[in-house]
Nanobody, 124 residues
Framework: VQLQASGGGLVQAGGSLRLSCTASGYTFSSDIMGWFRQAPGKERQFVAGIDWSDGSPIYADSVQGRLTISRDNAKNVAYLQMSSLKPEDTAVYYC??????????????????WGQGTQVTVSS
């Protein structure tokens, strides 16, 4: 199983990006899908998660109201719509998935599958 994150790039502060996460050889069903990010010199942190079965989202406080996680069952794709971006959002963004239950949505060590990451750079 390989996850592929894409859609990153360079954007000015206040701008928007949409990240996508696709899977090769895997169909999401009862998964918990998460987006994490890692800035240089910092630990990987939880950004947003979604329960694939019913679409319920959850967000880190730092991105609440600016980022929206969603999924498209028919296309087997998860999205992270990023708006009102700030320089502090600059990081490599990773998508990940597991079937260990919703209570572990924020815990990176519980995720089974990871994408390779996509760079998001927000200039001031």
């Amino acid at each position: 199983v390989q996850l592929q994150a894409s859609g990153g790039g360079l954007v000015q502060a206040g701008g928007s990006l949409r990240l996508s996460c696709t899977a090769s050889g895997y169909t999401f069903s009862s998964d918990i899908m998460g987006w994490f990010r890692q800035a240089p010199g910092k630990e990987r942190q939880f950004v947003a998660g979604i329960d694939w079965s019913d679409g319920s989202p959850i967000y880190a406080d730092s991105v609440q109201g600016r980022l929206t996680i969603s999924r498209d069952n028919a296309k087997n794709v998860a999205y992270l719509q990023m708006s009102s971006l700030k320089p502090e959002d600059t990081a490599v963004y990773y998508c990940a998935a597991h079937k260990n239950g919703w209570r572990w949505v924020r815990v990176s060590s519980k995720y089974t599958y990871w994408g390779q990451g996509t760079q998001v750079t927000v200039s001031s």
